[in-house]
């Protein structure tokens, strides 16, 4: 309400009262639509002064809400206050489209009964498509699950979780599911669908939080056909974003409605993620998408090119399908610039070429495990940061960390114990003691116990360093 009269520049303590009981009569929607932007009140001589930007607006706040206007006023002086309304065109400047789009809405509504549709971002072109995505071992179970979740069943399972390292095709298939997913529902309205990352949805639920629109943000989210949301790993020790997208995904389920998702890693690798929300991920369908093997690369590269317009020899593809492997972002950068040294040179793409463009690629990617590496997945997957890992600290949780890391560093990287131990500050002896004590555990079939925001959770050392190393390769 604060902000409401403020936009309303009262004159006094007196219209601020008229507006709190106005905004308590009519509600936060009406008061937000008709009266915070661009009228002004006045309560002089008298009488209440209602200034508007234009006339549409002025006969629909006498029509509507001038009786109750009258009746906040009256509760204020004690006795019956007169309400006169003037057009101001001054005004005009203080009302934004969003505004007039608002007014328009619930004009429609009270005039018809039907909600005109609302623009969605969907409605914006996203870049992917399902036709478009090139399918092989390493991504065929995902591609079929997106294939599901459009097609005439929309699926047996509710949500689709899919994760996988960067560059692979993960926000590809949302997209597509997105761009797929159009049409009208059963009852004969538009399907809406909308695609946010997990830092927009983040964003968009503070915002909403501290304007005290809440009402608006689930409104906008618990009514869509289809959520896709990528990056959900970017939720993680946000709790109360976690709460909120907990309601917000159940909400969509029971109405019969589908969510999509994709992460860098499982679900049950996500550092403090709501355990609630785990068990709503992996109750639906959860696939991983590795990276593309030769034979998908090939064909990424040949389609990309096409796409470029580049004229490469099926050689030179398959020289950068050799080298390149890591992500299909990667085989398109080398592509790119593969083009622009073409350009330069005048010449065509040879294999030369790309081996020379792939030269500072390739020394780079020798040693393609590192200790940090390493270290950041381990801190993701127990919900710790790298820095602590390096710290003293000696809680439970923290030490198991930190001894796994360096058991995966020792094993994994060329690093000697002292190299290891100068890395993430601790000596020689601290990292001997915990590669061997995770060599014991391992050998003994031990499991390791540490806890986590809902509790405490304990896993086999075996299957314990066998989900981190799938996240690390």
Same mark, same amino acid.
């Given at each position: =309400? ?76 004690? $006795? ?58 390493? &991504? ?11 097609? %005439? ?9 899919? $994760?996988? %390292? ?5 926000? $590809? ?45 689930? *409104? ?46 499982? #679900? ?5 993620? &709501? ?16 990276? %593309? /093997?030769?034979?998908?690369? =090939? ?8 796409? =470029? &317009? ?11 399908? =050799? ?18 040294? @073409? ?9 030369? *070429?790309?081996? /020379? ?56 990287? #060329?690093? @000697? ?35 986590? %925001? ?20």
């Amino acid at each position: =309400m604060a902000g409401g009269t403020e936009s309303l520049r009262a004159d006094d303590a007196g219209v601020r009262e008229i507006l709190a009981g106005l905004h308590e009569r009519i509600g936060p929607q009406r008061y937000n639509t008709w009266f915070r932007h661009g009228v002004q009140l006045r309560l002089e001589d008298g009488h209440v002064t209602v200034a508007v930007p234009n006339p549409f607006v002025g006969n629909w706040i006498e029509t509507h809400y001038q009786a109750v206007i009258a009746e906040a006023a009256a509760d204020h002086t004690g $006795h019956a206050v007169p309400v006169v309304v003037n057009v101001d065109p001054t005004l005009s400047g203080d009302v934004g489209k969003r505004q007039l789009d608002k007014q328009a809405e619930m004009v429609e509504k009270a005039t018809t009964g039907r909600t005109r549709p609302r623009t969605t971002p969907t409605e914006t072109p996203l870049r992917y498509k399902l036709s478009d995505f090139v399918v092989g071992e390493s &991504n065929r179970l995902a591609h079929s699950a997106a294939l599901a979740m459009v097609g %005439p069943e929309r699926g047996g399972f509710n949500p689709l979780f899919i $994760h996988g %390292p960067c560059g692979v095709g993960k926000t $590809h298939l949302l997209q597509g599911i997105c761009n797929a997913a159009g049409g009208t529902s059963a009852d004969g309205r538009p399907r809406v669908r909308r695609y946010v990352t997990a830092e927009q949805f983040t964003n968009d639920f503070l915002t909403c939080l501290r304007q005290r629109k809440l009402g608006d943000f689930r *409104l906008r989210y618990r009514k869509l056909d289809l959520l896709a949301i990528d990056d959900v790993h970017f939720l993680a020790a946000k709790k109360a974003t976690q709460d909120e997208f907990l309601h917000t995904f159940n909400a969509i389920d029971v109405a019969g409605r589908k969510v999509v998702m994709a992460s860098d890693a499982h #679900p049950r690798l996500v550092g403090d993620l &709501n355990e609630a929300l785990v068990s709503r991920f992996v109750a639906g369908m959860v696939v991983k998408i590795d990276p %593309p /093997d030769r034979v998908m690369r =090939m064909e990424i590269l040949r389609r990309k090119a096409r796409k =470029m &317009n580049l004229r490469i020899d099926d050689d030179v593809l398959d020289y950068v399908a =050799m080298h390149v492997r890591a992500s299909v972002r990667e085989l398109e950068g080398t592509l790119f610039k593969l083009a622009a040294l @073409s350009a330069l040179d005048g010449g065509r793409i040879t294999r030369d *070429l790309a081996a /020379d463009a792939l030269a500072e690629y390739l020394a780079r990617t020798d040693s393609a495990i590192t200790v940090g590496d390493i270290e950041a997945v381990v801190a993701a997957f127990f919900g710790v940061t790298p820095a602590d890992l390096h710290s003293s600290r000696r809680t439970r949780t923290v030490s198991v960390a930190r001894t796994v890391a360096m058991f995966l560093a020792r094993r994994h990287t #060329p690093m @000697s114990y002292p190299e290891i131990g100068r890395f993430m500050g601790k000596n020689h002896s601290s990292v001997v003691l915990g590669v061997q004590r995770m060599e014991q555990a391992l050998k003994d079939g031990k499991e390791l116990t540490w806890m986590t %925001p809902a509790g405490r959770k304990s896993l086999p050392a075996v299957q314990l360093v066998q989900l981190i190393e799938e996240q690390i390769f």
